[in-house]
């Protein structure tokens, strides 16, 4: 029988090396394709966006992970665009597969998809954001709220208790953003409130992020640090310091500190290299492996939890080649 509760999947970095907490983690062991409910079974996953590598990274773990069990599987790429996203759930639901897989966007532009795919039978499962309404079998999400906490401790680490920030955001309807931001002004607020922060709305692009940089640079010039709401946005970030001379690595005079977020393997070798302070990583291959678990509990009739968060990893230069970074695990 499923059941509402809650899992909860904790991942905490001591001393560079990664201690996993799990209680009750409810899904079975790897099986083959031969043993596993899923064979057979038609999966329809609509991806966040696949211009992003960590998106990219977990598709492919569960695309990875279908074909050990037996399943077919389809990918949408979502483009990062929610009225992509609601083209292919309704166009999904039509074809009536065994198992839906949604990532949205921003999911209260989803509603009308998701309420398609209840009044069709078929088992939703979702990914990262949920929307105000609906029904779904599990959810599984990173603790962005958390991340966004320990993006201001770390960056009081580095700068100190004051200074202006610059915070780089990813898209106003994003969940992901939403909480990366709260995690972040809640943490200031509450510990570090000499923090100006200043928040540039990027909508999660290099791009965006490097003209915004630019600008905030021109208003104020004494910027003490930068986090972002992703690694791509740093790159960026990194450009628009070129290109202004205030590009300096770690430990040399002038340097700005930055802090990204995904533990992407660019990220990690901008940590290497001095460009960048540090990262919060989160972990596809937990996401991938924790959903695709759960879709086996669900169709074996046994115990499902309704939601699983995992939590944030910081990382420094000291745990940068660490092998439970995601981003030292893909080539």
Do not use: C
């Amino acid at each position: 029988m499923e059941t509402n509760k809650t899992r909860r999947t904790f991942l905490a970095l001591a001393a560079g090396a990664v201690t996993i907490a799990a209680v009750n983690l409810g899904f079975a062991p790897k099986v083959s394709a031969a043993d596993s409910v899923l064979k057979g079974k038609d999966l329809a996953y609509i991806a966040f966006g696949l211009q992003y590598e960590y998106q990219v990274t977990l598709v492919n773990r569960v695309k990875e992970l279908a074909a050990e069990k037996g399943m077919s599987i389809s990918v949408y790429d979502g483009k990062g665009d929610p009225s992509t996203q609601t083209t292919q759930l309704l166009d999904i639901v039509s074809k009536q597969p065994d198992i839906i897989l949604l990532n949205p966007v921003d999911a209260t532009l989803l509603q009308g998809g998701v309420r398609r795919a209840n009044e069709s039978g078929i088992p939703l499962f979702m990914l990262e954001n949920l929307p105000p309404e609906g029904e779904w079998v599990a959810y599984n999400t990173f603790d962005d709220v958390a991340g966004g906490s320990a993006a201001a401790d770390a960056m009081a680490k580095l700068i100190g208790d004051e200074g202006l920030v610059l915070e780089v955001r990813g898209a106003i309807g994003s969940g992901q953003s939403e909480k990366r931001y709260k995690g972040f002004h809640d943490r200031a607020e509450e510990k570090y409130p000499g923090f100006k922060i200043e928040t540039l709305k990027a909508e999660w692009t290099a791009d965006n992020a490097h003209t915004l940089v630019l600008d905030a640079f021109t208003r104020d010039p004494n910027v003490a640090g930068i986090w972002a709401h992703n690694d791509e946005m740093i790159r960026g970030v990194v450009s628009a310091l070129r290109q202004i001379d205030r590009l300096k690595l770690v430990g040399e005079e002038g340097h700005v500190p930055i802090i990204g977020f995904d533990g992407t393997p660019l990220g990690l070798e901008r940590i290497r290299e001095g460009i960048q302070d540090a990262d919060v990583g989160q972990n596809p291959f937990s996401m991938a492996e924790s959903i695709v678990g759960e879709m086996e509990n669900h169709f074996a009739g046994k115990e499902v939890a309704k939601e699983t968060l995992i939590q944030p990893v910081m990382i420094w230069k000291d745990n940068v080649d660490s092998e439970n970074n995601w981003g030292n695990r893909v080539k």
